[in-house]
């Protein structure tokens, strides 16, 4: 209990202050396939136990989870992470309810299919939406995937932290254990 006391003091003094969010402009973290698109927004889950009056259950993972808000760059940089909230919650009411870094106009960031109707989001063709030029689609759809996977990449390096092997955390406790985990490879990336 003590060291999650503090990881949340260090989580509450930290917050905001180990990445940074400019790094999404500078021109080593840009694709030029998609242009004005600045970053890759995804959400991960964290485990964790069931307690009494939480909505953590999620039917889409059969358990108790945290989600967490991840923003990176298109090379795969972290460089915003959300507050832990409740897994029941849908990707969209997570993307509304976190409080954000300051967007630029014709700003876009990739996402996938859980960010519908989002604005400032570019995300792949459903196959029932796909223009007449099926090929092109396709192709679209693939080059999203290629970059979108390096956010995926970066969910499994901080799966390897051994600080998400158990399951008895808190709210707060899983915000600053994440935001800590995402800061050093924030740090070990850039």
Known sequence: RHVRRQVDAVFEAAEGKLMDPTIRFRKSQLDSR???????????????????????????????????????????????????????????????????????PNEFFLADLGYVGASHMIHEWKKNEEPEDSVRAALFNDHIHVVRSRIERLFSWVDEFKIFGGTDRGEASTSGFAYLAFSIMHAKMW
């Open 34 to 104: 998609f242009p004005n698109c600045t970053g890759i927004v995804d959400v991960t889950t964290i485990a964790c136990r069931a307690r009494l009056g939480e909505t953590t259950y999620s039917g889409k993972h059969s358990d108790h989870v945290w989600k967490l808000e991840v923003w990176s760059t298109l090379q795969g940089i972290p460089f915003y992470v959300s507050p832990a909230l409740p897994g029941r919650q849908h990707d969209m009411k997570v993307l509304k309810e976190t409080p954000k870094f300051a967007h630029v």
